[in-house]
């Protein structure tokens, strides 16, 4: 605004200056036709008014606000006078409150170093409330006041007086996830119209993905024997299982649980219609179809054990995973290669799974 002030005011001044050689009869004759050209806008912009940008109207604020007002009704412009007035007591409104601005707003900010302190408290310890973490500061020889911990606190989003007894559902995933698995059913169709039953399990920590079995009657039996056979893999493998999230659905028996809690695994119930509660298992049965099962056609129950269990060892052995920070299930991310030559002479060789369903890519022996 301001350069288009300064630019206002030098083209002006150098009109002002061609005026000064100009008649009186010239200056009128130049009015009347600048008087004409305006009536002529105004009949063109009908209801619409003109608009004016904020240079604009300071510079004419400035120009014209000297003038009485029963003058400036007699001067032909696309404006009233009382907007023209309106204009200048805006442009001495802004003036004033810059120049009434403190320098200094409020009290001064407290050190970077003391707020990042403050939240790194609240970030590890979650049940301690904004007079608790104020003692700790004492206690650290940290000297600021409870109420400055209380607004940090809230400014950050972090509530500056927590339910001590409250656990969230994400909170105990992410506590319990090295000793929590997470299982369930899902349903596909082969080419000749029948319908089976998946069941899978997988572990929250690793990803490690078990495909039990599939079968066209998930009966009380089956299911049984599914967990049973679970048990004993997880004994195999050395898995330290806790907990074990499944959702409401009336293909687990009562003995289902059973034989999960006589092996030491409590079984947690997922909320009545909150598929969330188990997203990565519902993530994983979504990955399993738009790579697996949307891409091939299944003939019979034993076609699609052969391919459900191609897909888990290469779900298992080699496809990366963005929740353990790309690395594999089975297998950890390898070091980084550092050697240029190598870099610049690559050799990757396809593996193809089902046909080509699956590429896994390796480097050549």
């Known amino acids: ?24 009869h010239g200056k009128d004759i130049e009015i009347l036709a600048l008087r004409h050209q305006l009536m002529v806008l105004e009949r063109q912009l009908g209801k619409e008014r003109a608009r004016f940008a904020p240079g604009d109207r300071a510079f004419l604020a400035a120009l014209l606000h000297r003038l009485p007002r029963g003058v400036l009704r007699q001067v032909r412009l696309l404006v009233g006078p009382d907007t023209v007035l309106r204009w200048h007591h805006d442009l001495l409104a802004r ?17 970077r170093s ?60 992410r506590s319990q996830a090295d000793a929590l ?9 082969t080419l000749s119209g029948t319908r089976l039953y998946v069941f899978a399990v997988l572990e929250h920590a ?44 009336g293909k687990f028996p009562a003995l289902f649980d059973t034989v999960l809690e006589g092996a030491g695994i409590e079984v947690v119930l997922s909320g009545i219609r909150m598929p969330r509660m188990n997203a990565r298992m519902e993530r994983w049965v979504q990955t399993c179809r738009h790579e697996l099962l949307d891409r091939t056609l299944i003939w019979n129950q034993h076609h699609l054990l052969h391919a459900l269990r191609e897909f888990e060892q290469h779900y298992n052995s080699h496809r990366p995973h963005q929740g353990i ?28 799974r089902l046909g080509g369903t699956l590429h896994e890519y390796q480097h050549a022996a």
């Open 1 to 24: 605004m301001l350069l288009r002030l300064a630019y206002l005011g030098v083209t002006n001044a150098f009109a002002m200056l061609r005026l000064l050689p100009m008649s009186d």
């Open 95 to 111: 003036r004033h409150a810059a120049r009434s601005r403190p320098k200094r707003a409020g009290r001064p900010r407290t050190v």
């Open 114 to 173: 003391i707020r990042a302190l403050i939240l790194r408290l609240a970030r590890e310890n979650p049940g301690w409330g904004y007079r608790r973490i104020h003692g700790e500061l004492l206690v650290l020889g940290v000297q600021v006041a409870a109420s400055t911990v209380w607004e940090i606190l809230k400014d950050a989003g972090i509530d500056p007086a927590p339910e001590r007894a409250v656990t969230t559902w994400a909170d105990f995933l």
């Open 181 to 189: 698995l997470a299982c369930d059913f899902f349903e596909t169709i």
């Open 206 to 249: 690793s990803r490690r993905i078990r495909v039990l079995g599939a079968t066209a009657h998930p009966t009380a039996s089956w299911v049984t024997q599914a967990a049973k056979n679970l048990v004993m893999d997880l004994e195999d493998t050395g898995c330290r299982a806790r907990f074990l999230i499944r959702d409401r659905d």
């Open 325 to 352: 920070a790309d690395a594999r299930p089975l297998h950890p991310l390898p070091p980084p290669i550092t050697d240029p030559d190598a870099i610049a002479h690559l050799d990757i060789r396809r593996r193809d």
